[in-house]
């Protein structure tokens, strides 16, 4: 009978530390502190970053406005309810836009939250809707366009930037939420 001469007995730690030598991390921690946040192992390309989050923050902004719009002139028999779903989506687009804000700050970047060219930097159009339906319609065109601009900045950030990529996909499952209501909704008047 052949005998397995495996061990049982558990691999040795490594003799490399886990995290970088100290005095060797305080002395990168002192480097380059006007880039606040972005240290040298950031993984990712801060410009690209700062632009594509200023791209983001500027579809947020033209959705809080829209929802803002239909939030006002949404009218008839059952608008009320649906008013209502456009106030507080209204309020998570802020939500989203202060924080991607906040993000390109911590990253080093200038917040675009200048009105001027706007809808060009922006993935969703404004597109105000002249019936109750046609407002719903435009607004989860609009959610689908995030969801699809989130995912593929989520795949872009990946493991290079962790902290973008988590606050992205915070939106995203927002974002997701806010068109099923509008698919929801939809579904009802028709």
């Known amino acids: 009978m052949a005998h397995n001469s495996h061990s049982c007995t558990p691999a040795m730690p490594?003799?490399?530390?886990?995290?970088?030598?100290?005095?060797?991390?305080?002395?990168?921690?002192r480097k380059h502190m006007e880039?606040?946040?972005?240290?040298?192992?950031?993984?990712?390309?801060?410009?690209?970053?700062?632009?594509?989050?200023?791209?983001?923050l500027a579809t947020e902004i033209v959705c809080v406005l829209r929802y803002q719009y239909?939030?006002?002139?949404?009218?008839?028999?059952?608008?009320e309810s649906?008013?209502?779903?456009f106030q507080q989506?209204?309020?998570?687009?802020?939500?989203?836009?202060?924080?991607?804000?906040?993000r390109i700050n911590q990253l080093g970047g200038k917040p675009n939250m200048n009105p001027e060219g706007l809808l060009s930097r922006s993935h969703a159009e404004y597109v105000e809707?002249?019936?109750?339906?046609?407002m719903i319609r435009e607004n989860l065109v609009a959610e689908r366009i995030a969801i699809e601009s989130y995912r593929e900045m989520i795949r872009y950030f990946a493991d290079?930037?962790?902290?973008?990529r988590r606050l992205l996909e915070e939106i995203l499952?927002?974002?997701?939420?806010?068109?099923n209501d509008m698919h929801d909704l939809l579904e009802a008047r028709t």
């Open 14 to 29: 490594s003799k490399q530390p886990f995290l970088t030598d100290v005095t060797e991390l305080r002395k990168r921690a």
């Open 89 to 102: 989506h209204a309020a998570d687009e802020q939500e989203h836009a202060t924080w991607l804000a906040e």
């Open 160 to 164: 290079h930037d962790p902290t973008t």
């Open 70 to 79: 239909h939030a006002v002139m949404a009218s008839g028999i059952h608008s």
């Open 82 to 85: 649906v008013k209502s779903e």
């Open 129 to 134: 809707g002249d019936t109750l339906p046609d």
């Open 35 to 56: 880039r606040g946040a972005v240290t040298e192992d950031y993984g990712g390309d801060v410009e690209v970053a700062v632009a594509l989050l200023n791209t983001a």
């Open 173 to 179: 499952e927002k974002e997701e939420e806010h068109a």
